[in-house]
């Protein structure tokens, strides 16, 4: 098979007295995600897509939080390494689509700088790397800034 979908999601919990990091850039907010790493979860999203697309597994398998090597670790390093099993497998990331649900705070000036970092670890253009964002309408968990969600689209073509 030459391509392959792979979808990923990812929720982490808001709190005070926590680095803000989405898409590999830190945010400036007055709450950060919680997490074993830094709780990125939109690289934490698109690692999942990448490792579902071609049945690997998830993140969690991988890269487990049982394990203190990986305590506090950058989520762009996870992103680097499950590329590498992707290319080990002979496969390239043709696009990614992902959307981030976050109540605050807005992260539209953010999206150029999110789309140069994640497009610089995984050889691709940044018009390949969609980041769009929605709020709740200040419903549920999201809404209440509780937490946030991201969900990861990827296309792998066979080399």
């Known amino acids: 098979m030459n391509l392959r979908i792979g979808f990923g ?3 982490h919990q808001m709190v005070t007295g926590r680095e803000f990091w ?5 945010i400036e907010h007055d709450k950060g995600a919680l997490g074993h790493s830094d709780a990125d979860v939109l690289l934490h999203a698109i690692c999942d897509a990448m490792l ?12 487990p939080d049982t394990d203190a090597a990986l305590k506090n670790i950058d989520s762009k390093i996870l992103l680097a390494k499950s590329f590498d099993l992707i290319k080990k497998e002979g496969y390239f990331i043709v696009n990614i689509d ?3 649900c976050l109540q605050a705070p807005k992260i539209k000036d953010y999206v150029p700088q999110m789309q140069s970092v994640i497009a610089g670890i995984l ?4 018009n390949a790397v969609s980041i769009k964002a929605t709020t709740t309408e200040k419903m549920g968990f999201v ?13 792998l073509q066979k080399q």
């Open 123 to 126: 050889s691709l253009e940044t």
């Open 143 to 155: 809404g209440r800034e509780e937490g946030l969600v991201a969900y990861a689209t990827i296309l």
């Open 9 to 11: 999601v990812d929720f």
């Open 52 to 63: 579902g697309a071609l049945s690997l597994g998830d993140i969690g398998v991988h890269f």
């Open 98 to 100: 992902s959307t981030l």
């Open 22 to 26: 989405l898409g590999g850039v830190k």
